[in-house]
T-cell receptor, first 105, second 114 residues
Framework: GIQVEQSPPDLILQEGANSTLRCNFSDSVNNLQWFHQNPWGQLINLFYIPSGTKQNGRLSATTVATERYSLLYISSSQTTDSGVYFCAVDYKLSFGAGTTVTVRA | DTEVTQTPKHLVMGMTNKKSLKCEQHMGHRAMYWYKQKAKKPPELMFVYSYEKLSINESVPSRFSPECPNSSLLNLHLHALQPEDSALYLC?????????????FGPGTRLTVT
């Protein structure tokens, strides 16, 4: 199956800081999703982005399919951004290990 | 409305019990999924139903038995589970099965097997 690697594994931010999360995948994909898992376990859809760039408020994402990576940008981070961010690819959703983000007030 | 609901939220069961997890969506989606997530790990696919037929079983032990009674409902029947089956069980749905379709997840059922 497709291997998905996320970096960094952990990220600690001061409120208001910007950050970039990376997702590398081992083969071409036609499906890529970013999720935020909150402390209660709910997976919240952030982006469906097999290619190109999208923005939603303080979050944006870019996928360069030909180079097999995707980036998630968080700007002006808030404490509510804390949680685990997952990248997942393929229709069977192979997940990366996630990036745990902690935003401190 | 992109909502998938799951019941119960929490479940504690003994190794000899039989229980069921339920998932429901009213988005008209025709593909539904069960995932299992152990603590501090990513979700892993268990089953996929497409148009109410089982299309993928990721070599899941037979003590987990999925059922799709209609296009809106997905059940997971549990029997003779082991303590290592304790996990968060997530249901998801998408418009159809395939790469062009975004999956939406329910809030999960947190299962503890004693």
């Amino acid at each position: 199956g497709i291997q998905v690697e996320q970096s960094p594994p952990d990220l600690i931010l001061q409120e208001g800081a910007n950050s970039t999360l990376r997702c590398n995948f081992s083969d071409s994909v036609n499906n890529l999703q970013w999720f935020h898992q909150n402390p209660w376990g709910q997976l919240i859809n952030l982006f469906y982005i097999p290619s190109g760039t999208k923005q939603n408020g303080r979050l944006s994402a870019t996928t360069v399919a030909t180079e097999r990576y995707s980036l998630l940008y968080i700007s002006s981070s808030q404490t509510t951004d804390s949680g685990v961010y997952f990248c997942a690819v393929d229709y069977k959703l192979s997940f990366g290990a996630g990036t745990t983000v902690t935003v401190r007030a | 409305d992109t909502e998938v609901t799951q019941t119960p939220k929490h479940l504690v069961m003994g190794m000899t019990n039989k229980k069921s997890l339920k998932c429901e969506q009213h988005m008209g989606h025709r593909a539904m999924y069960w995932y299992k997530q152990k603590a501090k790990k990513p979700p892993e696919l268990m089953f996929v139903y497409s148009y109410e037929k089982l299309s993928i079983n990721e070599s899941v032990p037979s003590r987990f038995s999925p059922e799709c009674p209609n296009s809106s409902l997905l059940n997971l029947h549990l029997h003779a589970l082991q303590p290592e089956d304790s996990a968060l069980y997530l249901c998801a749905s998408s418009q159809s099965q395939g790469n062009s379709y975004e999956q939406y997840f329910g809030p999960g059922t947190r299962l503890t097997v004693t």
